[in-house]
């Protein structure tokens, strides 16, 4: 299934597509993909994290899984592996998150088809503004990748239009200006930036940040096509609770019908 | 006075292929308002002449370059002079900086400042100037930091910063700036972000370095005054992130009679070891804290813990602009072991009456071995980054630890 397939089938459903997040060594080698299980009934896409030591981007909770993967001994290898296993499970678009060092580590050219060979759809570069490296981002749609970028509620117009085009997957829109992280409730003002966004591309908008709940899903909903839901999963496994009582919850605000349970 | 203009970065805060602007998108606008502002205010009378009066009157700039008579005749080579940014107020160059940021940061109308620090000598820098200027200040620094530095954190608290203990990661200098970052992210819309060193997304390394570059034009003018002419034979500054560095090189570098700039990195254990912070020395192109560097980092592209007994060598990356000197050849950069800082920390004090910051001190060892081979009508400068009375008790454990006297019942009192 294609990016563009996901979110159409999403829209069709008359409800904004779901993007859970999963991270790759949490909670430990092996248990990931426990929680890619209990995630893929309810995921239009999915997003992969690969660990990182230094996630700038990133709030206290997906610091904390990243070092307790990282503590398993997690190589850029192993990844790729939990990806491969995945995509064994489903055909749902796999979208790859890494900050950019491990790419320039392993070596772009040899990074890109590394990921592609084990089924990723797609790249999330959280640190990488495109314009700051286009030559790189060619190189990773060259290899079949399609790329993601991250736009935000400070962004100008000229970033806007600067970032959009280099989004051939979708475009990454930031709920607040901060890191990531689950919250209560998402600013206003969300409609209008996507509606900014949306004169610049025809690519599918997702909102990521701060989803946590039916409330905040059904902000996500109502400004764009699908909502991408992380730190508020992670925090769900640290506690104890399951899964899918979160991911329900969300999936029901993004039914603009309000209609709850799993895609399949 | 004015503000230097020199031919790199480029538009887009690239040194060939260094710098850059690797942040989180949020970041982007704020960056390109900071470099509309700078390069406004860098040529406003009014923000200089103000930056001026505060070097003169309030960091007490000009800062001597003093002729270290004793160690030359010790080490019987080339003449040496110590450029003495530990006598600037809060003893190290790193306020040149800070003071020029700040000004910058009351122009731009933001009412709130945050910094990073390792040791906490950029901490007690930026909170001194945020009292200065009556600006709010949270400082983010390591928990294990705050632990080791308890004096620093004090100082900060004294002059009406807040310091945040950073958990996550290392527990160090790289984490702290993580936070920093993370906090500027969410409160960019009113706050200042003071980075510390030659580091971080464009503009911040060409900012910094500006800023310390007085101290490399000072050098120039005073040397016409002694020896007659500009040119030292050979420029020698430690170098951790290289904000003290780039200060003594960039009015160096890009000139046609360039004299010889060694930059000098910490290699701890050795290089051997793999407890060093020899980014240059050891280390391969990435990307840190938004730039492109040379940069300590695994096979996967994690980043690696920097060792060196001095806290403000102890960064895995080093700024853009160094990173492309050494590519290009415009700077040398080697390594000197914390045993021969140590024994670099010792003989300045006893030959001259001066004790060194632990940074300046590998400084100082690297000068020891290059001097006897030199002429005496040559001419080294050594920049004496800043003063060493917040290294006396780690100097004394670390003593204490390799001979086994009686210091260590010293520090240990001095710890309880």
């Known amino acids: 299934m294609t990016t563009r397939e996901a979110f159409a089938r999403a829209k069709a459903e008359g409800r904004a597509a779901l993007i859970p997040y999963v991270m790759a060594g949490y909670p430990s080698r092996g248990a990931d993909l426990e929680l890619v299980k209990q995630v893929l009934p309810y995921a239009d896409l999915l997003e992969v994290g690969l660990p990182y030591s230094d996630p700038l981007g990133d709030g206290p909770v997906i610091q904390r899984a990243s070092e307790q993967a990282l503590r398993q001994g997690i190589h850029v290898a192993d990844v790729a592996a939990f990806v491969r296993e995945i995509r064994g499970l489903t055909d749902r678009p796999l979208f790859l998150m890494t900050y950019i060092n491990p790419v320039l580590a392993v070596g772009p050219e040899r990074f890109f088809g590394m990921f592609k060979e084990a089924g990723v759809n797609g790249l999330i570069l959280p640190d990488l503004p495109p314009d700051e490296d286009p030559a790189l981002v060619s190189l990773a749609q060259k290899k079949g990748l399609e790329t993601t970028f991250l736009l935000a509620p400070t962004s100008t117009e000229t970033r806007i239009q600067t970032v959009a085009p280099y989004c051939s997957g979708f475009v990454y829109t930031v709920s607040v200006a901060g890191v990531t992280g689950a919250r209560d409730r998402l600013p206003e003002g969300l409609p209008e930036l996507v509606q900014r966004i949306r004169q610049v591309t025809d690519a599918p908008v997702a909102i990521g940040f701060g989803i946590s709940n039916r409330a905040t899903a059904q902000q996500a909903a109502q400004a764009a096509d699908g909502a991408v839901i992380a730190s508020a999963l992670i925090r769900a496994h640290e506690e104890g609770r399951g899964l899918a009582e979160v991911l329900g919850e969300v999936r029901a605000g993004l039914g603009l019908e309000g209609v709850p349970g799993p895609v399949h | ?416």
């Not at chain 2, 807040?162 to 706050?191: F, M, Q, Y």
């Not at chain 2, 560095?245 to 009679?257: K, L, R, T």
């Not at chain 2, 592209?301 to 060598?313: E, K, N």
């Not at chain 2, 602009?321 to 024994?343: C, F, K, P, Q």
Request: with cysteine; hydrophobic share 40%; net charge negative.
């Open chain 2, 1 to 416: 006075m004015q503000l230097p203009s020199y031919p790199l970065p480029d538009a887009r805060g690239r040194y060939a292929d260094f710098g850059g602007r690797y942040v989180p998108e949020t970041l982007m606008p704020a960056l390109e308002e900071l470099s509309e502002a700078y390069l406004h205010y860098k040529n406003d009378p009014d923000f200089l002449a103000e930056y001026d009066y505060y070097l003169r009157e309030y960091v007490g700039r000009p800062s001597p370059l003093y002729l270290a008579e004793n160690l030359t005749r010790h080490l019987g080579g080339a003449k040496i002079y110590l450029k003495r940014e530990d006598l600037n107020h809060t003893g190290a160059h790193k306020i040149n900086n800070t003071l020029g940021q700040a000004l910058l940061c009351k122009r731009m109308g933001k009412k709130r400042v945050i910094a990073e620090t390792g040791a906490g000598q950029h901490g007690v820098s930026v909170a001194t100037v945020a009292a200065l200027m009556g600006l709010e200040c949270v400082v983010y620094q390591g928990a294990e930091d705050v632990r080791r530095q308890a004096l620093n954190v004090f100082r900060m608290k004294l002059l009406g910063a807040e310091v945040r203990p950073v958990e996550s990661g290392t527990r160090t200098l790289k984490d702290a700036t993580n936070e920093a970052i993370r906090d500027w992210v969410t409160n960019v819309r009113d706050s200042f972000y003071i980075i510390g060193s030659v580091v971080g997304p464009h503009p911040y390394p060409m900012m910094a370095r500006d800023f310390q570059s007085i101290v490399g034009e000072e050098i120039k003018a005073q040397l016409r005054e002694k020896e007659g002419r500009e040119n030292p034979d050979v420029v020698i500054a430690c170098v951790g992130g290289g904000s003290n560095a780039i200060g003594v090189f960039a009015p160096f570098a890009y000139q046609e009679n360039r004299p010889r700039l060694m930059g000098v990195e910490a290699a701890g254990h050795g290089a051997a070891s793999g407890l060093h912070s020899l980014s240059i020395g050891a280390g391969r192109k990435g990307v840190l804290h938004g730039a492109k560097m040379f940069l300590l980092y695994d096979d996967d592209g994690q980043i690696q813990p920097a060792h060196s007994v001095s806290a403000g060598l102890d960064y895995p990356g080093v700024g853009p602009e160094h990173s492309y000197y050494a590519e290009a050849g415009l700077a040398e950069y080697v390594g000197i072991t914390d045993e021969e800082a140590l024994e670099g920390f010792q003989l300045l004090c006893r030959l001259e009456g001066i004790i060194p910051a632990l940074e300046s001190a590998h400084a100082i060892a690297y000068a020891a071995k290059l001097a006897p081979e030199m002429e005496p009508e040559q001419v080294i400068v050594i920049n004496l980054s800043g003063r060493g009375d917040k290294d006396v008790v780690e100097v004394m454990r670390v003593m204490g630890e390799g001979q086994g006297s009686s210091a260590e019942g010293l520090v240990q009192g001095g710890r309880s």
